[in-house]
């Protein structure tokens, strides 16, 4: 499938951007329905009479927060396998020095740490593990740059509270299917042909 790359006219500038703070919206409230363990079928009429939209587009923000929401699960198996390597790792550490003859103090010291990683490590699993899918809208350095204004920049809340709008509202996302004319029912590219 080929992929097309253009330069949009800037009269349409003003409807992306009410678009993009529209899908956004509707992604949190999304977000936080499925977090609360709605079905989507509940939610997507929710979501058509709050907001006054179809189902195509609420189902468009559906695909992307499934996305987002599929990454951040996979990168959970990755963390995990790691937690469980360096878990293992730890207790080998510990065995081999609880194995010797005789244990001196380092011993002792060194089996006490060892151990006191070992539950840091083991309790980090578990949060991991237990903890539901959580997203920071925005990104999470940012909402973090309200705490120190100065150093991220920033000479007022306001004027920090401006860019983190403009971030929690700064994409969306069209999903395109072959059934449609031109790959999407909601957002197609015309253009004339110049020869």
């Given at each position: 499938m080929p992929t097309y790359q253009t330069l949009l006219p800037t009269n349409i500038f003003p409807f992306l951007n009410s678009m993009t703070a529209l899908y956004s919206q509707?992604?949190?409230?999304?977000?936080?329905?499925?977090?609360?363990?709605?079905?989507?079928?509940?939610?997507e009429k929710l979501?058509?009479?709050?907001?006054q939209v179809?189902?195509?587009?609420?189902?468009?923000?559906?695909?992307?927060?499934?996305?987002k929401h599929k990454s951040i699960k996979e990168l959970r198996k990755i963390q995990s396998l790691d937690l469980k390597s360096t878990i293992r790792s730890i207790q080998n550490s510990i065995n081999k020095k609880l194995k010797k003859k005789e244990i001196n103090s380092y011993d002792r010291f060194f089996i006490h740490q060892k151990k006191r990683r070992l539950a840091i490590k083991?309790?980090?699993?578990?949060?991991?593990?237990?903890?539901?899918?959580?997203?920071c809208f925005g990104?999470?350095?940012?909402?973090?740059?309200q705490y120190h204004l100065e150093e991220n920049g920033y000479s007022s809340?306001?004027?920090w509270l401006a860019d983190w709008r403009?971030?929690?509202?700064?994409?969306?996302?069209?999903?395109?299917?072959?059934t449609y004319t031109s790959g999407?029912?909601?957002?197609r590219l015309d253009f004339l042909l110049r020869l």
């Open positions: 509707i992604e949190r409230d999304m977000h936080s329905c499925l977090m609360r363990g709605e079905k989507i079928g509940i939610i979501l058509q009479s709050k907001y179809d189902s195509t587009t609420v189902r468009n923000v559906y695909h992307d927060l499934k996305g083991q309790n980090k699993l578990k949060r991991l593990e237990d903890e539901k899918i959580s997203l990104t999470k350095k940012l909402f973090l740059a809340h306001q004027e403009e971030a929690r509202s700064s994409n969306f996302m069209m999903v395109g299917a072959k999407n029912q909601l957002c």
